[in-house]
């Protein structure tokens, strides 16, 4: 007997209370142990368009719908009994006549007549976006046939409603035609076809013992552990013959592919040893507890990985370095300080800290020939070789300085590290957040794992990097050239979120490799109200009607611990603060949009949005170059682009006027 999870059923399970929830598990792995049980109380869906739907009894109230055929059983569907009932008498459960796929299907008879209605008058005002596409190009992309004649009725207005009633890959492939992109096409046949199909094992899983299910059961069931789309599945398992890396926008399953890639990289030999790391501890942790998660039960491929930030990593393994001190960015500036004032430099200090920065200590740069002679990546001042002579005089003053009291830095220590490794440390390493790595980062990871088969592996958005300069990462030795895809399906974000996030940043990035990231084409697979985006007169105008919509969602039977409200820096925590306690949820802590990178909520509130606010003021003044202003620009533009995708369902955009001129990009499109 073959037991299977749809992504139906796991959605559903989401939306029950934590005790219905704990029920339906120990009735879910009472069915993988025994799918016929009398104690199942079994009864057929008798009104239900396909044969094969039963309902297993949770509790009183709570049934689990269940289709069972073949020798196979699989749970589709949780809720409450006439929900539950209704739901399986919608549905059914069929292979695509061309693609092959397994598919739930929603009966085209059942949806509402006036939804349908209003697709036909629509349709009459405005273009048919598919009218002319044949019946084989309309199946080739998963639609179900009964549903051909109401895709090609379509227009912009409809187009959506539609495509939330058809299976994912459907849906994917008319978001992307009707954006004028070429739509996917995956059909197989044979022993490749039904639930085998790469399409279908985005929602169907086969749970092969007990101790799979048991593992499921322990903690919260979340599709990213479960279910991936066949892109993500691609990326998981394809093998490389050098650096490889995956790009995306925000929500679109960067992580989920590190995560498994991970996973899979540590499974398949008893002497791997695995790095998975991110840029912060905080991070670090969270990816930790999903890999308990993805290998449960499996202890000995859980001991191979290690998941951690590289600075760490570079602490731990130079350890024996002879006690060496590390100093911080505020510490060097002093340094910096005190070399300017005994060299009797009048090179402005600003510059000469951006330039240890950005090359000197970036790039390990140890005499004055090399100095001379070093491209100076990312800058756009130009330095005639006496004017380099003469600055360095500061930065070998700071190098003297640095190594009488026993110190150094960061970036040094890690170029220690990955020139003098006398062994591998790890067989592959894994990099999330791979957008905001630093040169003695990627030359570490490089030296650890670079010419390996699979050894090096990047996940990473260069549209949210904020940290880092960017830099040519071939000149620090890792090429991906050819090796690099991006994703296109997004998970996190509703349509209405992704599309309105997506103006703050051009439809193209490029990289200073010289390479560029597409960023059109991109699909949500769920949908949500519109984004609100206000100015108001005063702080406490903002405070008010943001708090107020905070409480509404609270009313609404929204957790609290699933909202979030983000400012930009800490002189704007009192205007969180005030929002926060309008809305009546004191238990709420303000975060600052740099801390939300790699987190998720169902609401979050962007306040504070002044033009004197964002971009940072602060930061434009201390731009000594034309280089540099634009970097400030470009990553402020960033960060607001990250701050307002980790909302899922709702999202608050706000600001006094001035507004910054990001918002208003946002508000004039």
Not at 253 to 261: C, D
Not at 576 to 586: R, S, W
Request: charged share 25%; net charge negative; aromatic share 6%.
């Amino acid at each position: 007997m073959t037991v299977i999870i749809a992504s139906s059923f796991t959605k559903s399970l989401d939306r029950l209370t934590a005790q219905e929830q704990t029920q339906t598990k120990v009735t879910a792995f009472d069915i993988q142990q025994s799918p016929d049980s009398p104690g199942l109380s079994l009864h057929r869906i008798d009104h239900s368009r396909d044969p094969n739907f039963w309902s297993a009894r949770v509790n009183r109230d709570i049934r689990i719908v269940l289709h069972k055929k073949d020798g196979t059983t699989l749970l589709a569907y949780v809720g409450h009994h006439d929900d539950a009932y209704a739901w399986a008498e919608r549905r059914k459960l069929e292979s695509h006549p061309t693609t092959g796929a397994a598919q739930i299907v929603e009966i085209r008879e059942t949806v509402e007549e006036v939804v349908i209605q209003r697709y036909v008058e629509e349709s009459v005002r405005k273009p048919r976006l598919f009218e002319r596409e044949s019946d084989g190009t309309l199946l080739s992309w998963g639609i179900p046939p009964e549903w051909l004649e109401t895709v090609r009725q379509a227009t912009d207005d409809t187009v959506l409603d539609i495509a939330t009633h058809l299976p994912d890959e459907a849906q994917e492939a008319l978001l992307a035609a009707a954006v004028g992109e070429a739509p996917t096409i995956r059909i197989a046949a044979g022993a490749a076809a039904g639930f085998a199909h790469p399409d279908a094992q985005r929602r169907f899983r086969v749970v092969e013992n007990q101790e799979a299910l048991a593992a499921a059961l322990d903690a919260p069931w979340d599709d990213w552990a479960v279910f991936l789309h066949p892109a993500q599945q691609e990326f998981v398992d394809r093998n490389f013959n050098g650096p490889a890396r995956i790009i995306g926008s925000a929500g679109t399953g960067k992580t989920v592919v590190a995560l498994h890639r991970a996973v899979r990289l540590a499974s398949e030999e008893q002497g791997a040893r695995v790095l998975l790391a991110t840029f912060s501890p905080a991070l670090a942790e969270g990816l930790q507890a999903k890999i308990a998660r993805l290998t449960r039960g499996k202890p000995d491929v859980e001991a191979r990985i290690t998941v951690d930030t590289l600075p760490n990593v570079t602490r731990r393994l130079m350890d024996g370095a002879g006690g060496v001190r590390i100093v911080d960015e505020a510490e060097i500036e002093e340094v910096i300080d005190e070399a300017i004032a005994t060299v009797g430099s009048s090179v402005d200090p600003t510059f000469l800290k951006d330039e240890w920065r950005l090359i000197v200590d970036a790039w390990d740069v140890r005499d004055q020939n090399t100095y001379r002679e070093i491209p100076r990546l990312g800058r756009k001042v130009r330095m005639a070789a006496g004017r380099r002579d003469e600055v360095w005089e500061v930065f070998q003053q700071v190098r003297s300085t640095l190594e009488s009291s026993g110190a150094t830095t960061e970036a040094a220590l890690m170029h220690a590290l990955a020139n003098g490794l006398s062994h591998r440390p790890f067989t592959h390493v894994v990099i999330d957040e791979a957008q905001d790595i630093s040169v003695p980062e990627l030359r570490l990871v490089a030296a650890v794992a670079g010419d390996r088969l699979n050894g090096v592996f990047f996940a990473g958005d260069i549209g949210q990097r904020i940290f880092r300069s960017a830099f040519p990462w071939k000149a620090a030795g890792v090429d991906i050239q050819g090796r690099s895809r991006s994703l296109k399906v997004n998970y996190r974000t509703s349509h209405q979120i992704r599309s309105k996030c997506d103006l703050l940043l051009p439809p193209r990035l490029l990289e200073a490799d010289g390479g560029e990231d597409k960023r059109t084409g991109v699909t949500s697979v769920f949908h949500g109200p519109a984004p609100e985006i206000h100015a108001f007169a005063e702080p406490d105008e903002e405070a008010t009607a943001a708090g107020a919509w905070l409480a509404k969602l609270v009313d609404d039977g929204l957790s609290s611990s699933m909202i979030a409200v983000l400012v930009r820096s800490e002189r704007e925590i009192a205007r969180a603060l005030a929002v926060i306690d309008n809305a009546g949820l004191k238990e709420l802590t303000p975060i600052l949009m740099h801390d939300a990178k790699g987190r998720e909520f169902r609401a979050v509130a962007v306040v504070a949005c002044d033009a004197a606010v964002l971009p940072s003021e602060e930061r434009l003044l201390s731009a000594m170059d034309e280089r540099a202003l634009e970097e400030i620009y470009a990553t402020e533009r960033h960060l607001l682009y990250v701050a307002a995708t980790r909302a899922r369902d709702f999202l608050w955009i706000s600001g006094c006027e001035p507004l910054s001129e990001f918002v208003e990009d946002l508000v004039c499109n």
